[in-house]
């Protein structure tokens, strides 16, 4: 298993929709997960993170299931402004600065 | 508006030039970082610095050079690049070690074009 995988995507969806991205990650030893935002042509921002079974912020909703080993991102309630690619991102464990981050995932809302 | 700024934000550069890639933070972080960010690539990690230290090296080749004065300032020095080197430059801070708290700023970024 990769390091890090995310759905390919592209995701396209009408506003108001619902939609979840899936991460699978290898390191069963990490504790904490992070899903970070990165708009058109600007740089990543930390979006949510994920310490324990699940976060919810506003229409955000970020799951841990460790004994799958994936975490994943529901989006709820579309907006057009929710349109850009998130990546998922896992820490190796302690010792390293080395966050390992996914390719990311797409999402275009559309009216 | 971001804590952390890059120059310049637009490179072109042949692959004989010597040039430099400039990032500065005003969050008094501890840590600063360089990654490089590729088409359908994830964020690769290049450097890492700690307190003007460097921790982590990653296998980045000789001709990316990093250099890091202070906290606040970090340089990437290129010289003879390759095409494939092009891609968009991102530099990072973060108060603690990233791992803990996966809160990482960026910068806008220097995007690169080796001719």
């Known amino acids: 298993r990769k390091e890090v995988e995310q759905d390919p995507g592209p995701f396209n969806v009408p506003e108001g929709a619902t939609v979840a991205f899936n991460c699978t990650y290898s390191?069963?030893?990490?504790?904490?997960f992070f899903w970070y935002r990165q708009d058109c042509r600007k740089e990543p921002k930390l979006l949510m993170s994920v310490y324990s079974s699940g976060n919810e912020d506003g229409r955000f909703t970020a799951q841990l299931n460790r004994a799958s080993q994936y975490i994943s991102l529901l989006i709820r309630d579309s907006k057009l402004s929710d349109s850009a690619t998130y990546l998922c991102?896992?820490?190796?464990?302690?010792?390293?600065?080395?966050?390992?981050f996914g390719k990311g995932t797409k999402l275009s809302v559309i009216p | 508006e971001t804590g952390v700024t890059q120059t310049p934000r637009h490179l072109v550069m042949g692959m004989t030039n010597k040039k430099s890639l400039k990032c500065e933070q005003h969050l008094g972080h501890n840590a600063m970082y360089w990654y490089k960010q590729s088409a359908k690539k994830p964020l690769e990690l290049m450097f890492v610095?700690?307190?003007?230290?460097?921790?982590e090296n990653n296998s980045v080749p000789s001709r990316f050079s990093p250099e890091c004065p202070n906290s606040s300032h970090l340089f990437l020095h290129l010289h003879t690049l390759q095409p494939e080197d092009s891609a968009l430059y991102l530099c990072?801070?973060?108060?603690?070690?990233?791992?803990?708290?996966?809160?990482?700023?960026f910068g806008e970024g220097s995007r690169l074009t080796v001719l």
């Open positions: 610095y700690n307190f003007k230290e460097q921790t």
């Open positions: 991102v896992v820490p190796p464990g302690a010792g390293s600065y080395q966050l390992t």
């Open positions: 990072a801070s973060s108060q603690e070690r990233a791992e803990a708290t996966g809160e990482l700023f």
């Open positions: 390191n069963s030893a990490s504790q904490s």
